[in-house]
């Protein structure tokens, strides 16, 4: 407990001295996001209730609190708001279907042991389970990468108001191709740095290649990690040019 409470202190003053009010709003903005994802499991808990519409919610919830609470109400927030939820909702149809077919919902038998103990007739639908553990990974990815591209096109709109829509879109995408390098790399390390033990483990078993591909716990979240990198990669046009439409839009009125 004394350890969590000395890196959250650190983390805030750090984030204060940086980023002063803003920093601080968006340390809270870590708990109230938080928030917002326990209740929806607790809400996934009731019967009959779908888990895809209340991540729905939930990823709406996550990005207004990202983008309006965080950096106000504005032109780029609202852009890179409406660009996150189009992609979430493109996205979430094929989410399901790969779930679904794929067969990595419900817990890989490298978990068998530790659940064993547990009833898993819970009354929840675990391809929907899977596909909201999916999109949940993916809208913070999302969100910044509207975000980063959004603030920067409004930037060159407020300085060249007499820029064109297709070159305010072209200047988007050169943006976003600069972040999508990085973020895909962000997303994949994370991955690895977070299952390293699994991977030692796997190789203590003396797994093969092909049983590590095809394990469900690694499958899963690979799938994840692709999901969030197309998400990614989806979010720069459509951020770009639902920016480009209402700057220019709003220039001319």
Same mark, same amino acid.
Request: neutral net charge.
């Given at each position: 407990?004394?350890?969590?409470?000395?890196?959250?202190?650190?983390?805030?003053?750090?984030?204060?001295?940086?980023?002063?009010?803003?920093?601080?709003?968006?340390?809270?903005?870590?708990?109230?996001?938080?928030?917002?994802?326990?209740?929806?499991?607790?809400i996934m808990l009731i019967p009959k209730a779908d888990p895809i519409i209340l991540t729905l919610i939930a990823s709406t919830l996550i990005s207004c609190i990202s983008l309006f609470y965080i950096n106000g109400v504005s032109t780029k927030t609202i852009t890179a708001f409406i660009s996150s939820i189009a992609t979430?909702?493109?996205?979430?149809?094929?989410?399901?279907?790969?779930?679904?077919?794929?067969?990595?919902?419900?817990?890989?038998?490298?978990?068998?042991?530790?659940?064993?103990?547990?009833?898993?007739? #819970?009354? +929840?639908? =675990?391809?929907? &389970? *899977?596909?909201?553990?999916? $999109?949940?990974? /993916?809208?913070?990815?999302?969100?910044?990468?509207?975000?980063?591209?959004?603030?920067?096109?409004?930037?060159?709109?407020?300085?060249?108001?007499?820029?064109?829509?297709?070159?305010?879109?072209?200047?988007?995408?050169?943006?976003?191709?600069?972040?999508?390098?990085?973020?895909?790399?962000?997303?994949?390390?994370?991955?690895?740095?977070?299952?390293?033990?699994?991977?030692?483990?796997?190789?203590?078993?003396?797994?093969?290649?092909?049983?590590?591909?095809?394990?469900?716990?690694?499958?899963?979240?690979? #799938?994840? +990690?692709? =999901?969030?990198? &197309? *998400?990614?990669?989806?979010? $720069?046009?459509? /951020?770009?040019?639902?920016?480009?439409?209402?700057?220019?839009?709003?220039?001319?009125?």
């Open positions: 407990m004394n350890t969590l409470f000395w890196l959250g202190t650190i983390l805030f003053i750090l984030m204060v001295l940086v980023g002063g009010k803003k920093g601080a709003r968006s340390f809270l903005a870590i708990f109230f996001n938080f928030g917002v994802l326990i209740l929806t499991i607790l979430v909702v493109i996205l979430l149809f094929f989410i399901v279907i790969v779930t679904e077919n794929a067969m990595i919902q419900g817990f890989g038998e490298e978990e068998a042991e530790g659940i064993s103990a547990f009833s898993l007739y #819970i009354g +929840i639908d =675990f391809v929907k &389970i *899977g596909a909201s553990v999916i $999109i949940m990974s /993916t809208i913070g990815a999302i969100t910044d990468t509207a975000i980063a591209i959004s603030s920067p096109m409004r930037e060159i709109f407020h300085h060249h108001p007499s820029i064109s829509r297709k070159d305010l879109f072209a200047f988007g995408l050169r943006m976003g191709r600069d972040l999508l390098g990085t973020s895909t790399n962000t997303l994949f390390f994370a991955f690895f740095g977070s299952y390293l033990a699994l991977l030692i483990w796997f190789k203590d078993l003396s797994y093969s290649i092909d049983q590590i591909v095809n394990s469900k716990i690694f499958s899963a979240e690979m #799938i994840a +990690i692709f =999901f969030a990198g &197309i *998400g990614v990669a989806s979010t $720069i046009p459509i /951020t770009s040019w639902v920016t480009a439409y209402f700057l220019v839009k709003k220039g001319r009125k």
